[in-house]
């Protein structure tokens, strides 16, 4: 799992963030992984009506759009820009399903947006509450996402320490 997360930062999340990012990346690709890979798939959204391996509701996908995206023209070209060209007209939620690199680019756009709500240290705890709050609005802790942050953490340090 350790050469899994590895590679998914490193192929999947790294570049589509720093095509997108605005600032240092650290953050946003932790909480991406961590997201992504937790233990069992349980989707972050209220109602598990949640898309993408981030698990995205379409309400969130669409303010993503909406509420950042659309006063950030230069940013929303580069992020339509992961999308397909047919399957995004068509049903835009189902293309957070189908396109890595877009469900990454929008998720990442989300961290973005309310990375003000990131406060602290980059530990498995305070990854967790963000990464909460930007999805469901609310401050709470989940525990298999810090176990998941606390795995995801590790294997990084010790990637980075062989390099």
């Not at 898309?51 to 929303?76: C, I, N, Q, T």
């Amino acid at each position: 799992m350790r050469d899994l997360a590895v590679a998914f930062r490193d192929r999947i999340i790294s570049p589509v963030v720093v095509a997108i990012s605005e600032r240092e990346t650290p953050l946003l690709e932790t909480a991406l992984a961590g997201a992504a890979l937790r233990e069992s798939f349980a989707p972050c959204c209220r109602n598990n009506q949640a898309f993408s391996l981030y698990g995205l509701s379409s309400g969130l996908h669409r303010r993503v759009w909406d509420e950042y995206l659309a006063y950030r023209p230069e940013l929303a070209s580069l992020v339509r820009g992961f999308a397909s060209q047919r399957q995004f007209l068509q049903n835009p939620d189902h293309e957070l399903d189908t396109n890595i690199n877009y469900a990454t680019a929008i998720t990442a756009c989300l961290l973005q947006w309310q990375s003000n709500a990131m406060s602290g240290n980059l530990n498995p705890e305070n990854l967790s509450r963000f990464w909460t709050y930007c999805v469901l609005g609310s401050a709470r802790r989940d525990p298999e996402l810090c176990q998941a942050y606390r795995k995801i953490l590790r294997w990084f340090d010790a990637c980075s320490a062989a390099a």
